[in-house]
């Protein structure tokens, strides 16, 4: 199959691109905005920074993500501007397989030396350079030069090795060892299908269903109506619990998005649980927001 390139990507894949790798860079809180003015998604984010004494800065960042096939012109993005602006936005970040017009480029760095909203650009070749830092993004989406399923899925699969060991401790030491043995489990089982899917497509490749087969330890609060890649979803909500340490996981489906709270959990998500998260997440065609230590919103991707 022959690769494919970014602007051969979808609209929809393109915006969902953006996400995975603005998420992927250390951006969280991110929550889409929808329609742009364009018709398109638009994304608001947080980037956290720390000092040297220790003390944190929380960035806004907005960010528009749209596949253009020539340079950009400066009224482009002037219009973007007002809405980063109206919503107290530190950044605005351009997300382009296109670059800046030379006029653009000065307009841009005259706004940026008078205003405290930044405008920042993640040109077409920039954008090839992130991809080829994050393979597991580029063949998500079938655009690696050289999809390989191992190098890909190497970390996701190191999360599950971790937790096979992590049960293998328990059961030595004879604790309950069924939280990252059910975990496990469900990791090996998504990276065997996404292992399927880039051998077949040179691509993840995901088949949203119904959620059937929902685990005892999982409490409906209210029937769970939207779909989910069944792979994706066995591994997600089987690694929240067992990071969390939670007897069980509560869900209830509202505004767009199930929210799933980890029951009487006696540990929080913490950056390395989030990180996992995430990665699993990228794999399992789902948005997630962490709300608090013990809970999150996820929902399934929009169609491609």
Known sequence: MTLR????????????????????????????????ADGGRDIEASYTLTDASGAETNQRWYAECKRYSSSIDWPTVFQKLAYANNHKADYLLMISTSNPSPVCETEISRWNSDNHLQIRFWRG????????THVNVATRYGLSESPSAAVSLQS?????????????ASYIAQHPAETALHAA???????????????????????LTPWHSIPDWVVPRSKILMPFDAAGIEAYIGTL???????????????????????????????????TLTEIALWSEIEQVITSPSSVMIRSRDPQ
């Open 5 to 36: 390139t970014l602007i051969e990507l979808s609209p929809a894949e393109f915006e969902n691109l953006a996400y995975d790798l603005m998420q992927v860079s250390g951006f969280s809180s991110m929550v889409w905005r929808t329609p742009g």
């Open 125 to 132: 070749y920039q954008l090839a350079s992130r991809l080829r």
């Open 156 to 168: 996701i699969s190191l999360h599950g090795l971790k937790f096979s060991q992590a049960a293998e």
């Open 185 to 207: 489990s469900a990791i090996a089982n998504l990276v065997f299908q996404r292992t399927q899917d880039i051998e077949r497509y040179q691509r993840a490749a995901f088949i």
């Open 241 to 275: 619990r067992h990071v969390t340490a939670a007897a069980a996981l509560s869900l209830s489906e509202y505004d767009g998005w199930v929210h799933v709270d980890a029951q009487n959990s006696r540990l929080p998500i913490s950056g390395s649980a989030a990180s």
